[in-house]
């Protein structure tokens, strides 16, 4: 499933990341990666962007950049 | 201690007084908000901006001290995840650390973050110059209950690794000598070579092989193993750098390690090292078990909540406002008050009693001293302003609002953080200009810089007050709304607008982190607030004296004219008057108020009032030089208490509201008379609209110029937001006289 379809509180693992480019470079370089735990922590008032957990920090991203990243739900 | 943009960038030796004294270079790198800036600023005295927020630092920034006897150069570089060149900022770290070759590299990393500061580690070790691990923010770190093991550390990395903490100045001294010796002898602090695994280790030393044999003159430029790897990661900037391409062995290397992986190099690469940097992570940090919800966590559960997020915004935004102009209002009526009346009585006795002609009193009075004054009534304000950014800046709100708003302001091609200085140009346009500085690409910069003079100032209200309290007195409060609302319409509008068309490019993307909340330090607070009051008072000085002293000569020119229609200035409001005809004030008198309201809005209503009812001298009793400085005394004191009852006491915000005092209201009596005889309802609408939209104010200018370095942008508002104005008010006045309101 795609990481925007997070619940808030709910843990996936990263099991994909769609595109190519410096966008998703950039995304590795802050660690979002295949086979990392993230936590959907709060999506903003207006609905996007969303912030995660990632490596213990707090990143906001865009929806549209989080359908990019697939994930599966870990327990 | 200064700061400049120059280097030097080798170890040498220089004499002097005979001794010799040892020159070396410092870069300090490191991931954004690690406290790069901060860290320098303790070690050197320097005033380098600080902020939570990742991004503060976008420029290198270069310092020079000296230390136990050494000269140091020192580099604050903008901070960076990685070494791969994807942003401006990225670009300039880099080119820095590998095309200038610092003697050392401070690597300061965020204990609190070990191991995404840690990746950035891993890719700095291998430019082949000693580097030093300054181990910041280690107070945070402790609080969480955080150990690290920072000797293991530094024996697994083979660099020195210091515990500092850039905030209370601890750990600085360990780490200039550490930094120090290393520059002395950098063979023996080479840092360890990493080992990425069995294929990237076996083609990055094909590939390191191959650029030593046959490209001997790049391998000699660069680390040939940084180089190796770089390429490998499919760096394009690299490759155009170095003249190499992806044929031959190269691209069979390449080939190889991608028929091996079926995944794409640089996935592989930023595994390979955030491995690295997991494995060393996990060596020498120990968590507590048990993980409290931290401050941060808390105050985000309420300041990010899905229903009080936005009203904790506008809460926050409108106290700001409400401090700003509430504080600094009677501060600025006092420095009117002092410019008007003392001032001006000293400055005619002086001229009376050295017998210069009536004009040069006129011209000292009238351009100099008002023009002053204009200046400095804007100082309270901008200093407070300047503040309180700063205070959110270094709280880490910024960020939140940010997240908080981005949705909204993405829908016109904005970014998130676009909406605080919008916000603030309700209030000045002129520190909204410099807020921009929040925003990282200069698109967003200057697409946001052309709507800020669309927020209605507080410089435009005198014009609403003496048109509105004339013309629709029975509905003050909707018509000075829909003012406001006019302004925001129109900048929505605009904002769509340009995105379609000068801002063409796709909005960056919103990745951001979000810091922990901190408490800004004092000297930080008071640097910046300084720095920019300083800037502003010296920048805007100059040039607004210069304009006044002009638009004086313009009233005044013909020498000895009687009516102004007749001066210069009523002249060119009588050439300049048809181009408003069809916006229903196509008069001298308008024509020439709204030239001379180009330097600030408030003086098309001072420049009205000097046209159509030229006030009559009144000879007072003048008060005594002793009388006087007691007033400016007493009158100082009233500012400062009304300051304290403005903070404490009323609601809503005194500089929007629409009321006048007695005296102004009797002061404005006769132009309120004249006003009524040459304009209609609807004409003033119109000409209201228009002073809302017109030719942002020469203050913006400067701040714009100060801002984005030329005249371009200012020239391109003037332009627009001129159209603009001429556009709508033609539409109010001949779409109103259409719906037979005229
Ligand atoms: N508690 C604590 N806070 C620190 C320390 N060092 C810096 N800070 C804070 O961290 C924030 C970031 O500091 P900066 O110096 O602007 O960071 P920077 O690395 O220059 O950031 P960029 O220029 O954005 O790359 C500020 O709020 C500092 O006050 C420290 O040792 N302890
Ligand atoms: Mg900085």
């Known amino acids: 499933m795609k990481l925007s379809a997070l619940k808030c509180g709910q843990k996936g693992r990263i099991t994909k990341m769609d595109g190519a480019g410096p966008l998703k470079r950039r995304l590795m370089d802050m660690g979002v990666l295949v086979g990392e735990e993230v936590k959907m922590e709060k999506v903003a008032p207006l609905g996007d962007p969303l912030e995660v957990t990632i490596k213990s920090y707090k990143l906001s991203l865009r929806k549209k950049e989080a359908d990019g990243i697939l994930v599966e739900v870990v327990a | 201690m200064s700061t400049s943009a120059n280097s030097t960038s080798q170890v040498h030796a220089v004499h002097a007084h005979g001794k010799i004294k040892k020159q070396i270079t410092i870069a300090v790198a490191g991931n954004p908000n690690s406290g790069k800036s901060t860290l320098i600023n303790a070690i050197a005295g320097t005033r380098l901006h600080v902020g939570n927020w990742a991004g503060v630092t976008v420029g290198k920034k270069s310092a020079f001290f000296e230390y136990e006897g050494t000269s140091i150069t020192i580099a604050d570089l903008p901070g960076t995840y990685s070494l791969s060149p994807y942003s401006q900022e990225e670009i300039i770290a880099r080119d820095y650390l590998v095309h200038e070759k610092p003697d050392v590299i401070i690597d300061v990393v965020d204990a609190t973050?070990?191991?995404?500061?840690?990746?950035?580690?891993?890719?700095?070790?291998?430019?082949?110059?000693?580097?030093?691990?300054?181990?910041?923010?280690?107070?945070?770190?402790?609080?969480?209950?955080?150990?690290?093991?920072?000797?293991?550390?530094?024996?697994?990395?083979?660099?020195?690794?210091?515990?500092?903490?850039?905030?209370?100045?601890?750990?600085?001294?360990?780490?200039?000598?550490?930094?120090?010796?290393?520059?002395?002898?950098?063979?023996?602090?080479?840092?360890?070579?990493?080992?990425?695994?069995?294929?990237?280790?076996?083609?990055?030393?094909?590939?390191?092989?191959?650029?030593?044999?046959?490209?001997?003159?790049?391998?000699?430029?660069m680390p040939p193993r940084w180089l190796a790897l770089k390429l490998m990661e499919g760096d394009t900037h690299v490759l155009e750098k170095t003249g190499l391409d992806e044929s031959g062995l190269l691209g069979k290397t390449l080939r190889h390690l991608r028929a091996a992986h079926g995944e794409d190099i640089e996935s592989i690469m930023a595994d390979a090292r955030y491995a690295q940097a997991a494995g060393l992570t996990r060596e020498v940090l120990k968590k507590p078990d048990i993980?409290?919800?931290?401050?941060?966590?808390?105050?985000?559960?309420?300041?990010?909540?899905?229903?009080?997020?936005?009203?904790?915004?506008?809460?926050?935004?409108?106290?700001?406002?409400?401090?700003?102009?509430?504080?600094?209002?009677?501060?600025?009526?006092?420095?009117?008050?002092?410019?008007s009346g003392p001032l001006t009585r000293w400055a005619g006795v002086l001229l009376n009693a050295l017998h210069a002609p009536a004009w040069l009193g006129s011209l000292a009075i009238d351009g100099v001293l008002s023009g002053a004054g204009f200046v400095l009534v804007f100082v309270p304000v901008i200093s407070l302003i300047m503040f309180l950014i700063t205070f959110l800046e270094g709280s880490g709100y910024m960020a939140r609002a940010a997240f908080v708003m981005d949705r909204l302001m993405h829908s016109i091609g904005l970014h998130g953080k676009s909406f605080i200085p919008m916000l603030l140009g309700f209030g000045c346009n002129v520190p909204a200009i410099y807020a921009t500085r929040v925003l990282e690409s200069e698109r967003d910069k200057k697409l946001t810089a052309f709507l800020i003079p669309l927020m209605s100032c507080g410089a435009r209200l005198p014009v609403y007050v003496v048109f509105i309290g004339t013309f629709f007195a029975a509905n003050s409060g909707t018509a000075l709304w829909s003012m406001y609302v006019l302004g925001i319409v129109i900048a929505i509008l605009i904002g769509l607008l340009l995105k379609a068309t000068m801002f063409k490019k796709e909005a960056p993307v919103f990745i951001m982190e979000l810091p922990p909340y901190r408490m800004p330090t004092g000297r930080d607070l008071m640097i910046h607030t300084w720095q920019k009051t300083k800037h502003f008072v010296v920048k805007a000085g100059t040039v607004i004296l210069a304009m006044s002293v002009l638009v004086w000569f313009l009233l005044n020119i013909p020498w000895g004219v009687q009516n102004k229609k007749d001066s210069l200035m009523g002249r060119m409001g009588q050439d300049a008057a048809p181009v408003l005809e069809p916006a229903g004030f196509g008069n001298w008198q308008a024509a020439s108020s709204l030239m001379a309201g180009v330097m600030a809005k408030e003086i098309v209503v001072g420049t009205m009032a000097e046209i159509y009812a030229p006030k009559k001298e009144e000879k007072k009793d003048a008060p005594s030089f002793a009388e006087d400085l007691k007033g400016i005394g007493t009158s100082f004191i009233q500012a400062?208490?009304?300051?304290?009852?403005?903070?404490?006491?009323?609601?809503?915000?005194?500089?929007?509201?629409?009321?006048?005092?007695?005296?102004?209201?009797?002061?404005?009596?006769?132009?309120?008379?004249?006003?009524?005889?040459?304009?209609?309802?609807?004409?003033?609408?119109?000409?209201?609209?228009?002073?809302?939209?017109?030719?942002?104010?020469?203050?913006?200018?400067?701040?714009?110029?100060?801002?984005?370095?030329?005249?371009?942008?200012?020239?391109?508002?003037v332009l627009i937001h001129s159209a603009l104005a001429w556009t709508v008010a033609v539409l109010i006045f001949q779409g109103g006289k259409f719906l037979g309101l005229g």
Request: aromatic share 10%; charged share 20%; proline share 4%.
């Open chain 2, 640 to 717: 400062v208490k009304e300051a304290g009852s403005n903070v404490f006491g009323g609601l809503g915000i005194k500089s929007l509201s629409s009321s006048e005092s007695p005296e102004e209201k009797a002061g404005h009596a006769p132009l309120r008379h004249a006003l009524l005889g040459a304009f209609t309802p609807l004409q003033a609408y119109a000409f209201m609209a228009f002073v809302l939209l017109y030719w942002p104010c020469l203050i913006t200018a400067i701040a714009m110029k100060q801002e984005f370095g030329s005249w371009k942008i200012y020239g391109q508002a």
């Open chain 2, 113 to 221: 973050n070990l191991e995404r500061n840690l990746y950035l580690t891993t890719q700095i070790m291998e430019l082949g110059i000693p580097v030093v691990l300054a181990l910041n923010i280690y107070d945070e770190a402790e609080n969480k209950g955080f150990k690290i093991d920072f000797a293991k550390m530094a024996g697994i990395l083979g660099i020195k690794v210091v515990r500092t903490i850039a905030t209370r100045k601890t750990g600085l001294d360990d780490l200039m000598r550490a930094a120090i010796a290393c520059a002395e002898n950098p063979a023996a602090h080479a840092p360890k070579r990493l080992n990425y695994g069995g294929d990237i280790e076996a083609s990055a030393k094909i590939l390191e092989d191959h650029l030593r044999q046959d490209h001997p003159s790049v391998a000699a430029a």
């Open chain 2, 291 to 339: 993980r409290k919800l931290e401050l941060t966590e808390k105050i985000d559960k309420i300041a990010l909540n899905r229903f009080l997020g936005i009203p904790i915004f506008l809460a926050a935004m409108w106290l700001v406002f409400k401090l700003a102009f509430d504080v600094s209002a009677p501060f600025s009526d006092w420095i009117d008050g002092v410019r």
